[in-house]
Nanobody
Framework: QVQLVESGGGLVQPGGSLRLSCAVAGISDSINGMNWYRQAPGEQREFVAG???????YYIDSVKGRFSLSTNSAKTTSYLQMNSLKPEDTAIYYC?????????WGQGTQVTVSS
């Protein structure tokens, strides 16, 4: 059974930092991509950052220069380092893994940026 478990969310002041983690269990090979999405209240879920087998991460424009995506060498854990956080980054953050045509999701972790 595939499980993705996010952690690291919380409440932070504007300008602060958080590091999200996504631990993948149940699969250890043929992962094509590891991604992070977020969903703010009343909004659709949006892509935030991703990495494929090229190991070159890519980001939406609004987080470029502030967020950094990395993985461990086995691609069983992904990390989203979020710096210079803004109130508009407030959302539930979900990790996602693509493998052999299937998409797997975690349960989400809340990130709230507020003074």
């Amino acid at each position: 059974q595939v499980q993705l478990v996010e952690s690291g969310g919380g409440l932070v002041q504007p300008g602060g930092s958080l590091r999200l983690s996504c631990a993948v269990a149940g699969i250890s090979d043929s992962i094509n991509g590891m991604n992070w999405y977020r969903q703010a209240p009343g909004e659709q879920r949006e892509f935030v950052a991703g990495i494929t087998n090229s190991n070159v991460p890519y980001y939406i424009d609004s987080v470029k220069g502030r967020f950094s995506l990395s993985t461990n060498s086995a691609k069983t854990t992904s990390y989203l380092q979020m710096n210079s956080l803004k109130p508009e980054d407030t959302a539930i953050y979900y990790c996602n893994v693509n493998r052999l045509g299937n998409r797997y999701w975690g349960q989400g972790t809340q990130v709230t940026v507020s003074s």
